[in-house]
């Protein structure tokens, strides 16, 4: 592990070395832990430590990236030296303004994204914990799968504009998959503190829903009433957050938001922002540009409020400023919302299932992918406990399907939202609170084997 | 194109600097194996340093240049029978034996659990280098020449797409990899792979509409063990100007009808194909259900070797890591196994799988030489090489004109498959109508969906050598923390009967 003095010093090193107009350095330290494990035992079982220094050198409008991993003086320059060249070469960025400024980033929230709890936690308690999980699904007669990560980032971001961010946050997640010989259940957890990681709440509800996903039975494509549970609901929200919600694809006429902010785009009862400070979620007070993160309405009561920025696509639009959702500096997509949050509503999952005449309740979405970005329309299949809801009660676990739907028209259809929102995986940033709904149309285009 | 050495990273005599770098890394990996001998059954020690540069220009402007240089290592041990994996990017030798008592308390903390002892097929320790070929190194092109090709390609695509081509970008990148392997059985093998690609994307943009038009084959990413001779031959401003004005001419082509055709899928969409359907199932590692905590299992279970009908007879697969190019190639897999040549699918029979020493043991085989990491950071996984489609007889005319009813399909656009890799369905970024025997109208985001052995079965025609071509997936994810593998797929185009198409149109 690299000492955070180390790293302050990495950066203040990166600044020196640079001869350009404007220079940014960004370190990113992390030392992750991963225990995964299959068919009741620990198969892989892993330890990363890691430190990456990014530099932006900007000399006039052109702008050089260099990346290494290396953090001796040597290397530095060299990384340094690499990004200038780099700028040297090319023609004049028209739309770059600069660099984001210390000027409207203040002392920064003291948003808590870390606990000291995670970073101890050992290969020993990770291996414990899953070994609960095991244990639990062995009892019954099934099979376990599943991974136990927690890590620590350190994130330093300075140029020479006076900006100078330094944080630490945390990460911790459990997954577990149980299956029978005909069906399988899922249940996960996430969290910046390990502590908060339920272990048996977990087990249990994988448990509990592989037996009732046993011996499934094949039901007709077509349009349904679904009951979505929360990680079936962040797969959805997270493409949405994807294709639509960044000013890259916005600015390029890319985004389902185009010409429609204002406008209603789902239906009134759904509401969407982004918040990289609140605890609840996973928090990293300020963006790769060290710019403090904004809170930014992006759908709010089905109007189309937002989108969020970094500095570069801010600069592309007068008197636009960065609400701080830069990815890191070798990202391709511009500013992504990756801390997305969901607004609750006053329902539950069984209550949902109650008020449905017939339809399916979906624990989770497999290998999404989006057809049309304009459309959101999505395809993905179902995963781990799909049920068939016939006047208000489950009748019994049916066989996956597939679907192919516009997420946006699928929210039009909202009738119910869970109160309770639970924190899902959003890529490798962040993560997205979400709550279980239930729509009136969802459309199942196949069916698959099992 | 200049090829002048004013690469952007300023060095001196590369060979003196590598072989400075090996020597260090052959040091450090032998007394990190005295280290562990004592304690461990099985130890390996990988160094992996790898450097990248990628130039992207987009709407008349730069987009991002950048260069990158990682490098780290990666200890692996088996202590009773049970892996632990520990790695860094830090320097020096009290780092190097710190990491690999990580990696034994990390073992030991997996017996914890009580479960399966891994035992290993044997293999040769090799001692061994290998280069992939590389005849013009693609470091030394000057970024201003990348720059001059790529605005050059770029303006074509606008010029073709006549004012509806939202956002034109083309790029190039390329990447070195030097890496060490060393183990506690002797083996030694040093390999470096010079990998490059480049292309051209197109976004037209209408009322309520957006589509993509790519060359060649969706993204600007690598796509081959080469230098910047593959960029030459790709002639990018050549293909600019198609490229632009066919995203221009989707936003008025006419959408995928829907029902049951004839479909012939060109090469560039047979690709992700072969790559779902076959090349993540036949990975013993997902058969063996180490991997259904995340992207899932496989329907291709053992007590279907050598019996399961998987395709039509005009379907043979195989796994090849020594076809010369590939973006799959290579002479050892990260376990130090020689590189192979196997096949998977022999005329529509499924007949083997890719392996690691490990899962191959459980079969009471050998290890294919399939285990790949993504970088030093990272476990070694079973891995597609290149999974190549063997060429057939046709040609693509003779296709047409034998399809009363059908549609040509071309480029991968969107894909999902299911947990077990059975049910698919993947869109491409064009189509056109087959009539009677004849191309016919455009046909804009065209998809299709099906049930693997079932759409392999129906695969009655595949074209033969002169339309066959290899190709690079540089994208591959799987495993947790997610590794991205650089793989190929060697295929003509084909023609599958009966077909559902245009879902959820």
């Known amino acids: ?450 | 194109m200049s090829s002048k050495n004013s690469g952007v990273e300023a060095r001196g005599g590369r060979w003196s600097e590598v072989r400075t770098k090996h020597d260090e890394w052959r040091e450090l990996s032998q007394r990190a194996l005295e280290h562990l001998r004592p304690k461990v059954e099985y130890a390996d020690i990988r160094f992996v340093s790898r450097k990248g540069e990628s130039v992207e220009v987009k709407n008349g402007a730069v987009d991002s240049v950048s260069a990158s240089s990682q490098s780290g290592f990666g200890i692996r041990v088996l202590k009773d029978g049970r892996w632990g994996f520990a790695s860094s990017s830090l320097p020096g030798l009290e780092e190097v034996l710190a990491v690999a008592d990580r990696a034994v308390g990390i073992a030991r903390a997996s017996a914890l659990v009580p479960g399966r002892q891994a035992e290993l097929s044997s293999v040769t320790p090799a001692e061994d280098s290998w280069s992939s070929p590389c005849k013009k190194d693609p470091f030394a092109v000057a970024v201003e020449d990348k720059l001059a090709l790529l605005f050059e390609a770029e303006k074509r695509i606008r010029e073709g797409g006549e004012g509806k081509v939202m956002v034109a970008s083309a790029g190039v990148a390329c990447q070195r990899e030097e890496k060490t392997f060393a183990s506690s059985e002797g083996a030694y093998v040093e390999q470096e792979i010079t990998e490059t690609g480049g292309g051209l994307v197109a976004f037209a943009v209408g009322p309520g509409e957006l589509q993509r038009r790519s060359y060649p084959n969706g993204d600007r990413e690598l796509s081959g063990c080469a230098g910047w001779e593959a960029i030459e031959a790709l002639d990018l401003p050549g293909n600019a100007e198609r490229v632009g004005r066919e995203a221009a001419a989707l936003l008025e082509a006419k959408g995928c009808p829907s029902g049951v055709k004839d479909i012939i899928l060109d090469s560039t969409q047979m690709v992700l194909q072969i790559h779902e359907s076959c090349g993540h199932p036949t990975e013993l590692d997902r058969v063996f259900g180490t991997e259904a905590g995340y992207a899932g299992t496989s329907f291709l279970t053992p007590e279907k070797l050598g019996k399961f009908r998987y395709g039509s007879d005009k379907v043979t697969l195989v796994a090849d890591a020594t076809v010369p190019g590939g973006l799959g190639t290579y002479a050892y897999d990260d376990e130090g196994v020689p590189a192979q040549r196997t096949v998977l699918v022999d005329r529509g029979i499924f007949s083997n799988y890719t392996s690691s020493r490990e899962t191959a043991a459980r079969l009471g085989g050998l290890s294919s030489g399939a285990m790949r990491a993504d970088g030093w950071n990272r476990m070694p996984l079973i891995r597609m090489s290149n999974i190549n489609l063997n060429p057939g007889d046709f040609t693509l005319d003779e296709m047409i004109k034998d399809t009363k009813d059908g549609l040509l399909m071309e480029i991968n656009k969107s894909w999902s498959i299911d947990d077990r890799r059975l049910n698919f369905q993947f869109g491409t970024e064009i189509g056109w109508e087959i009539k009677d025997g004849a191309l016919g109208d455009m046909v804009k985001s065209p998809n299709y969906t099906g049930i693997t052995p079932e759409f392999w079965g129906a695969c009655d025609a595949v074209g033969d050598k002169r339309h066959w071509k290899l190709w690079g997936t540089p994208n591959c994810g799987k495993g947790e923390p997610t590794q991205i593998a650089h793989v190929g797929h060697g295929t003509a185009p084909a023609r599958f009967r009966a077909v559902r198409v245009g879902v959820g149109q």
């Open chain 1, 1 to 450: 592990m690299t000492s955070p003095d180390r790293l302050l010093e990495v950066l203040e090193k990166g600044l020196r070395f640079s001869a350009a107009d404007q220079t940014e350095v960004v370190v990113m330290a992390e030392d992750t832990y991963l225990t995964r494990y299959a068919t009741n035992y620990i198969h892989q079982n892993t330890a990363e430590a890691n430190v990456e220094v990014s530099v932006r050198a900007v000399l006039g409008k052109r702008i050089g990236l260099a990346v290494t991993t290396a953090v001796d003086d040597e290397s530095l320059r060299l990384a340094v030296k690499t990004a200038e060249n780099i700028a040297r070469v090319q023609p004049e960025l028209a739309e770059f303004r600069s660099l984001p400024d210390a000027s409207g980033t203040g002392d920064g929230p003291a948003t808590c994204a870390f606990a000291p709890r995670t970073q101890a936690f050992t290969a020993e308690e990770r291996a414990r914990s899953v070994g609960r999980v095991i244990s639990l699904a062995v009892s019954r007669g099934y099979e376990a799968a599943g991974a136990f990560g927690a890590g620590t980032m350190t994130l330093g971001v300075a140029n020479s504009l006076g900006v100078r961010r330094f944080a630490q946050v945390s990460r911790a997640g459990l997954s577990a998959i149980v299956m029978g010989e005909t069906g399988s259940g899922f249940a996960e957890g996430l969290s910046l503190d390990v502590e908060r990681i339920d272990v048996d709440r977990i087990a249990e509800t994988a448990v509990g829903k592989c037996r009732a996903a046993q011996n499934p039975v094949a039901v007709d494509p077509g349009d349904y009433e679904v009951v979505l549970e929360p990680a079936a609901v962040g797969d959805l929200v997270k493409y949405l957050a994807f294709l639509g919600l960044g000013a890259k694809a916005f600015q390029e006429g890319r985004s389902f938001m185009c010409g429609r902010m204002g406008e209603l785009v789902t239906g009134e009862n759904f509401t969407v922002w982004d918040d990289g400070q609140d605890p609840a979620g996973l928090p990293l007070p300020f963006d790769f540009e060290g710019v403090p993160r904004q809170k930014v309405m992006l759908i709010e009561n089905g109007l189309a409020k937002g989108i969020v920025y970094d500095s570069f696509c801010a600069g592309r639009e007068p008197g636009k400023r960065s609400t701080g959702h830069a990815l890191p500096p070798r990202a391709r997509f511009g500013a992504i919302p990756v801390n997305l949050h969901v607004k609750t509503g006053d329902s539950t999952v069984p209550e949902m299932v109650r008020r449905t005449k017939r339809g399916l309740l979906v624990t989770r979405f497999h290998y999404t992918n989006p057809l049309h970005p304009v459309l959101t329309t999505l395809t993905g299949m179902t995963r781990d406990g799909t049920f068939l809801i016939e006047d208000g009660r489950i009748k019994g676990p049916v066989k996956n399907m597939r679907f192919t739907n516009s997420v946006l028209e699928a929210f039009r259809g909202i009738e119910a939202i869970g109160s309770e929102a639970v924190t899902c995986p959003v890529f490798r940033l962040g993560a997205v609170r979400v709550p279980a709904l239930k729509l009136r149309k969802f459309t199942f285009t196949g069916a698959t084997e099992h």
